[in-house]
């Protein structure tokens, strides 16, 4: 038997924000902000970046890969995605940059993710309908939880996890980082490695999804893609993969670009927030 981790979807704000400093911005056109918001009680970090316009404009949630330091969030990347036109949030994960709490790979610290997608929502200059999400690599599976406990527009997920057990059983450098965050290994503690994959919930996701994803990865591999996709299918979902077989974990700067443009103009091709089932 599967257990899920339950969080309810709200009507109501689930966070605020407590402090928005400006920090030097890689571009001219782009103010970007180190953001301090509320988590059930805790305070946790993110960045935010935002146009310099004050037209009502798409909303982004990026959610960065690894955990701690590894994969933390790059202020160049940010700025990238707000060029294409977006407001865009980067929450830290808990317990990170002088945030409270401990992160724990997906489980209770995809509240950070909800409560930046309430953030981006309640921005005045972001319109409510419009706000899609996009995973890296560990920030995969919280994106497609996002996907299933909040109304995005759609979802991108860029050599994104979407099965943690199967990380677990290809990247034997984790295991140790893994049994310590979710408390065991997956035959100790299948309910906790189960709850954190988002595959068991794909019926709930009602957004397009967008997989891109390196044939070469060799940090989240191809068949993280292959398995996501086909539950898309056997759940009769809308999605796009985009498959580069010559690619690994880190795309090549200027392709990487070129998706990225690519990625942000399919985003926009879907700014109508889906109907949520009642």
């Not at 940010?78 to 002088?98: C, D, K, L, S």
């Not at 972001?126 to 939880?145: C, D, K």
């Not at 991108?156 to 290994?185: H, P």
């Amino acid at each position: 038997m599967i257990t899920v981790i339950i969080i309810e979807e709200r009507t109501t704000p689930l966070t605020k924000l407590l402090k928005k400093q400006f920090v030097p911005s890689p571009s001219p056109h782009i103010r970007l902000s180190l953001i301090s918001y509320e988590v059930g009680g805790l305070i946790v970090k993110g960045y935010m970046a935002e146009p310099k316009t004050e037209e009502p404009l798409p909303g982004l949630l990026y959610l960065r890969g690894g955990i701690k330091r590894v994969g933390m969030v790059r202020p160049a990347r940010m700025i990238q995605w707000a060029m294409e036109g977006f407001i865009v949030v980067a929450p830290f994960y808990r317990g990170n940059w002088g945030g409270e709490g401990q992160e724990d790979f997906a489980g209770v610290d995809r509240e950070d993710a909800f409560a930046a997608f309430d953030l981006l929502a309640e921005h005045p200059n972001v319109i409510p309908s419009q706000i899609h999400v996009f995973g890296f690599s560990r920030g995969g599976v919280m994106a497609l939880l996002c996907g299933i406990y909040r109304p995005v527009a759609s979802v991108t997920t860029w050599n994104g996890v979407s099965d943690m057990v199967l990380t677990y059983e290809e990247r034997v450098d984790l295991r140790r980082m893994m049994k310590r965050v979710i408390g065991g290994t997956p035959g100790k503690k299948p309910a906790a490695y189960a709850a954190r994959t988002p595959l068991h919930e794909i019926a709930l996701i009602t957004a397009p999804v967008l997989i891109v994803h390196g044939k070469l990865d060799e940090h989240v591999s191809f068949e993280h893609a292959r398995r996501l996709e086909a539950r898309l299918i056997e759940e009769g979902k809308p999605y796009e993969a985009w498959y580069f077989p010559a690619y690994s974990h880190q795309f090549p700067a200027q392709e990487h670009r070129k998706i990225l443009t690519k990625a942000a103009n399919w985003m926009k091709q879907h700014n109508t927030q889906p109907t949520r089932p009642s």
